[in-house]
């Protein structure tokens, strides 16, 4: 027993079981380079003034932890929001582009691609690749950018190139899939992935600089509240924003924590995106975790209305902490998560993506008069929605 545990923590690019990287040679050597500089650059003392110098007068760092007290009387539990959503361009997903394409410049990078679902993460890559003065190209599903129309319009000013996709069934999926195909062929591009997903180092890389909010979260709680939370829950696509906010509680054994994955319309196969609920392991995009599949283990298109959460894969880490029990992961259907976008906007005057909705919904049905401390990692704020919902 003990063996194995200790051998499986040594295998580099592992979390548990689930991981890895499924790539062709040519790739692998590309991203084992990219592992490379981000070891060699994490813990640099430059590296790391820059990135928290850029978080704090660029992103606009620390984000605040505010006490929502219209909404923990309605519930009867008491509930801060970690305002993600406050961020620059609107996310949680600026933290790590600002992270990723720091790596890129010293990496020597002369253009920058990424691939989007919600627009959230294309804005978010636009608006680095701007401000470092580097070529953008982002990949998007045509689904994708016809219900984020919004998104699309704010990369283009920002002076990034959208290509949209009308493989497959025309969302997140299919423009990770020509993303990756793209930086394959391209010797100078860097690839900014978006989520926790993906082969090696990505999830891990992901994580670090995604980790700010976890860090900050508690220092921010001990400092009102004097104590750790109860439970922390988050909404998750590819799973980002949730591994940042619980990175720093993992090893807090009272803390709970609490994932709201889209279930789309309902939990049937094909009108769902409830990966860690439905999903069976095994290899996607590049890593062996959890994927939606049909009875012959083929990729199935997934469902949701909120267009960040609408992924049929999940990210590694989540697997296993799926398996380790250490993370209970609930699905929220649309209804649901619509109800609690309009609840939060008007108890609170906080219109929340319809993504962080899930988190408030998943909040909502396991806290109801449980009189308990909750953290809500509200990921972004939904201006994206308003024009749709
Ligand atoms: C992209 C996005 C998500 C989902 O992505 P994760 O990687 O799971 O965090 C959630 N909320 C918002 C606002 C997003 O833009």
Redesign the pocket.
């Known amino acids: 027993m003990q063996t194995t545990a200790i051998k499986k923590e040594q295998k580099t690019g592992y979390f548990g079981d689930f991981g890895g990287q499924f790539v062709p040679p040519h790739l692998a050597e590309k991203l084992n380079n990219l592992y490379k500089v981000f070891l060699e650059y994490k813990d640099d003392p430059t590296f790391k003034e820059e990135f928290k110098s850029l978080l704090q007068t660029y992103v606009g760092r620390p984000s605040p932890l505010y006490k929502a007290e219209n909404l923990s009387k309605e519930l009867g539990s008491t509930v801060y929001l970690k305002r993600?959503?406050l961020n620059h361009t609107?996310?949680?997903?600026i933290n790590n582009t600002i992270g990723q394409i720091l790596l890129a410049k010293r990496m020597g990078a002369t253009e920058i691609i990424a691939e989007t679902?919600?627009?959230?993460?294309g804005v978010a890559t636009a608006t680095a690749a701007a401000l470092m003065g580097i070529k953008c190209k982002v990949f998007i599903g045509k689904v994708d950018s016809e219900r984020q129309k919004m998104n699309v319009e704010r990369m283009e000013v920002l002076g990034a190139e959208v290509i949209t996709t009308i493989t497959g069934n025309a969302t997140l999926k299919d423009a990770v899939d020509m993303a990756l195909g793209y930086y394959v062929e391209n010797p100078n591009v860097y690839y900014l992935l978006?989520?926790?997903?993906g082969p090696h180092p990505y999830p891990t890389i992901?994580r670090y600089f995604?980790s700010v909010i976890g860090e900050e979260m508690k220092k921010q709680i001990l400092e009102i509240e004097g104590k750790l939370p109860d439970a922390i829950v988050?909404?998750?696509?590819?799973?980002?924003?949730?591994?940042?906010a619980f990175s720093h509680f993992i090893d807090e054994k009272n803390v709970e924590l609490y994932a709201a994955e889209g279930a789309g319309e309902s939990m049937e196969l094909g009108k769902t995106a409830a990966t860690l609920t439905l999903g069976k392991p095994g290899v996607f995009q590049g890593a062996f975790s959890l994927c939606l599949v049909d009875e012959n283990d083929k990729p199935l298109p997934s469902a949701s209305i909120?267009?960040?959460?609408d992924?049929p894969g999940i990210?590694p880490e989540h697997a296993n902490l799926k398996e380790m029990k250490r993370v209970a992961y609930y699905p929220i259907t649309d209804e649901e998560a619509v109800e609690s976008y309009r609840l939060l906007s008007k108890k609170e005057g906080i219109i929340p993506?319809i993504?962080?909705a899930h988190a408030v919904a998943l909040t909502t049905k396991l806290f109801k008069n449980k009189n308990a401390l909750v953290v809500i990692n509200l990921?972004?704020?939904g201006d994206k929605d308003v024009s749709r919902l």
């Open positions: 993600e959503d609107g996310s949680h997903k679902g919600a627009g959230q993460h978006g989520s926790a997903v992901v995604q988050a909404c998750i696509g590819g799973g980002s924003n949730a591994i940042g909120a267009a960040g959460l992924y990210g993506a993504e962080s990921s972004g704020r």
